[in-house]
């Protein structure tokens, strides 16, 4: 079974991928990017771990955070293991928020916690995983405090998906989904709400990927006639990609502010 390991950049993953297993099977590169691909077998000898490149969305700004896409699109794996820094809660749910609704089991290891309580921060584990309808593992990456029973948690049995429809994204938005999904139906594997929600965004991989499925033109006039009713109903001439990063802050606020409290220290 494979299982792939990824999260923002400078949230542990390479200390909990050391941590998590034993020794390499692979090291080489991304095929087309000169980004290090590791993959290692989990202590247990069965399970793979890959380590996927850091990055903070799913939308690529470089070739090389486009390997995550990519490897969404056209790499076979069965679950999810998406670090966070929990100092960091708010910009790293973004990616996370990504994951639920690409629909694949995945558990979160909430890493930083000793950064975060040093800032005085205190998070509400069980608060949080059920916001978002995971399961939340504490770790200490560094020392490798809770990094087995994160191990047994994530190799062991089924997990779930989260909740995919945590972020509703208005009229316009979810009207251009659902017309994805009517011109999709049943000649796509992957979740299609996931599919038009990055492309969307101008996720160049997914574009390409939905341009062998569908004519070009066909994507670019649906992406010219949602973000023309977006415009119209929010009364301004944001972006598409910015009309869903705002709705994702809205939820992901709230989440943060229900699961979190601040001390002063
Ligand atoms: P990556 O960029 O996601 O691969 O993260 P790294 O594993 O390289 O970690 C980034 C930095 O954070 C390193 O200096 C680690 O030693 C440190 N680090 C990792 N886990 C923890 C942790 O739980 N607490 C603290 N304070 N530092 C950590
Ligand atoms: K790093
Ligand atoms: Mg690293």
Partial sequence: MNIALIGNPNTGKTSLFNN????????????GVTVEKKVGLFKNGKNQLIDLPGVYTL????????????FFLNEPFE??????DASQLRRNL??????????????????????AKNR???????????????????????????CNE?????????????????????????????????????????????????????NPYVKSYLASILPMAELETLIKSVTVSQQQSAGSK?????AIHRKRSEVIDKIVS??????DN
């Fill in 150 to 202: 994160l191990a047994e948690l994530v190799t062991g049995g089924a997990i779930g998906t989260g909740k995919n429809n945590l972020v509703y994204y208005g009229k316009a938005i979810e009207a251009g989904i659902l017309e994805l999904e009517n011109k999709l139906a049943g000649k796509v594997q992957h979740p299609v709400r996931w599919l038009a929600l990055q492309l969307f965004e101008g």
């Fill in 258 to 263: 229900a699961a979190t409290t601040k001390q």
């Fill in 238 to 242: 944001q972006a598409l990609d910015q």
């Fill in 59 to 70: 939308n690529p700004l470089s070739k090389d955070e486009g390997v995550v896409t990519n």
């Fill in 120 to 146: 005085g921060i205190q998070i509400d584990i069980h608060k949080l995983s059920e916001s978002l309808g995971v399961t939340v593992a504490p770790v200490v990456a560094r020392t490798g405090k809770g």
């Fill in 94 to 115: 973004h990616l996370t928020m990504q994951l639920l609704e690409y629909g694949a089991p995945v558990i979160i290891g909430l890493n930083m916690l000793d950064v």
């Fill in 20 to 31: 998590l297993t034993g020794s390499y099977e692979y090291v080489g590169n991304w095929s």
């Fill in 79 to 84: 679950k999810l293991l998406n670090i966070l």
